[in-house]
């Protein structure tokens, strides 16, 4: 006797002494693989007939089983036949609207065929030949750019929201299956998510103020602030759609459904190793990034910015803002006056830029050097004096 055939005798064997199970069609259960054989697998619904649901319905695209027995899986219950009760994860194949009909009352999912685009949505064709409609909006749960190229001629699953006229009016949604799927996603990730954890997320939406990351079930914004260390501007130009990442858990609201993810916190900080180089004194040339009413931010390392303040530009003159003597993009040398590595915040000066004090120093230096010039001369002056004068009383006698 076979292992299959053994581990089936033997759980079947269990359910005898297990009360009868009356199920209702569309009832909703979790069922045990009992056993596989050919083409049907073989449940334990829980009462004393066993459940058979289709193999077909288990395997993946490339036809390999994606279960075992033992597994528990959801499943939905149709009818008891011949002292069997048949089950299916999804309706594919119905040939006429009665199971169609059914479906839509138990919230059965279905299988259906993208046919066609037509005008609010996708001509939908459930079992081979019954039409159905499905609009944009519930093809999925996220809008795309080209709807035609991301679903025609795909196979996918459907609730039926609308059965009307006998079947000639039905309306299904892929969106609203998704939905439940994603619940139950949601519900795990509750238990294990937590804040300070990196996971790993899928960018599923970028917008001007951040990009939305799927993180196994459910989506967190990364705020254009936490992409990364430098200034972001637009963040097509670091990540993409569809792009896999790794984001750091700084915020859970499950209240609100809200998730906030850092990329930033998941790189290393620039800081730890650019203040370690950076001193009071310091030459460095830089790059203007941002001009704003009350100083010039300028990029000194990737991640690294300082400010130079408004009072300290236009070499003396009074400015209104840091346009009228810089342009973002424009190389500068600066000096590093002072680094907060605490804070994170750097104050520069143009290399060539004399403080009040400094001015005052200076000004002073050239006075005490202007006074000591003058006495120099009038020493030399008083001593040439006298030489003219000796030399006038000689002449008297």
């Known amino acids: ?18 009360p009868i199970r009356r199920l209702s069609p569309g009832e909703k259960i979790k069922a045990t693989i009992v056993g596989i054989s050919g083409e049907s697998v073989f449940l334990d619904s829980g009462g004393k007939s066993e459940g058979v649901l289709n193999a077909a319905e288990l395997l993946d695209k490339n036809q390999e089983l994606t279960a075992n027995i033992g597994d528990t899986i959801e499943v939905y219950f149709l009818k008891a036949t011949r002292g069997e009760q048949l089950f299916t994860k999804k309706l594919g194949s119905a040939k006429n609207t009665d199971h169609l009909e059914e479906a839509c009352r138990s919230g059965i999912p279905v ?44 196979h996918m699953s459907f609730l ?26 949601r519900e795990k990730l509750e238990e294990t998510l937590t804040e300070g954890q990196t996971v790993e997320g899928e960018i599923t939406s970028i917008r001007e103020f951040g990009a939305f990351v799927d993180i196994g079930g459910i989506d967190g914004l990364v705020p254009i602030s936490e992409i990364g ?6 963040i097509n130009d670091y990540y993409a759609i569809g792009q896999r990442i790794n984001v750091l858990i700084k915020k859970l609201d499950w209240e609100n459904s809200r998730i906030s993810l850092s990329i930033k916190e998941t790189l290393d900080d620039p800081w730890e190793q650019t ?20 100083g010039a931010f300028v990029n000194l390392e990737p991640g690294v910015d300082g400010l130079v303040h408004i009072s300290k530009l236009g070499q003396g003159r009074r400015i209104n803002h840091p346009r009228e003597v810089l342009e973002e993009g424009q190389d500068l040398e600066v000096r590093v006056e002072s680094v907060d590595s ?9 290399s060539d830029y004399i403080s ?7 000004e002073k230096e050239q ?28 002449k008297k006698q």
Request: aromatic fraction near 8%; glycine fraction near 6%; charged fraction near 30%.
């Open 1 to 18: 006797m076979s292992q299959d055939t053994d581990s089936f005798a033997a759980l079947f064997q269990e359910t005898e002494a297990k």
């Open 111 to 154: 299988e259906g065929l993208v046919k066609e685009e037509i005008k609010g949505g996708f001509d939908i064709t459930l079992g081979g030949s019954i039409r159905a409609f499905c609009p944009y909006s519930q093809m999925g749960l996220r809008r795309v750019e080209d709807a035609a190229a991301e679903y025609l001629d795909q």
């Open 160 to 185: 039926i929201t609308r059965f009307e006229e006998n079947g000639r009016n039905i309306v299904v949604s892929a969106r609203a299956l998704l939905e439940e799927e994603r619940e139950k996603l």
């Open 229 to 234: 260390w430098s200034r972001v501007d637009n």
């Open 275 to 294: 203040a370690a180089k950076l001193s009071a004194g310091s030459i460095i040339t830089g790059k203007v990034v941002r001009l704003a009413q009350f």
């Open 342 to 350: 605490i804070e994170k915040r750097i104050s520069l000066a143009p």
């Open 356 to 362: 009040a004090e400094e001015d005052q120093n200076t």
């Open 367 to 394: 006075l005490k050097n202007f006074h000591k010039s003058n006495k120099k001369e009038s020493a030399t002056f008083g001593t040439f004096g006298d030489l003219l004068q000796a030399k006038y009383n000689e």
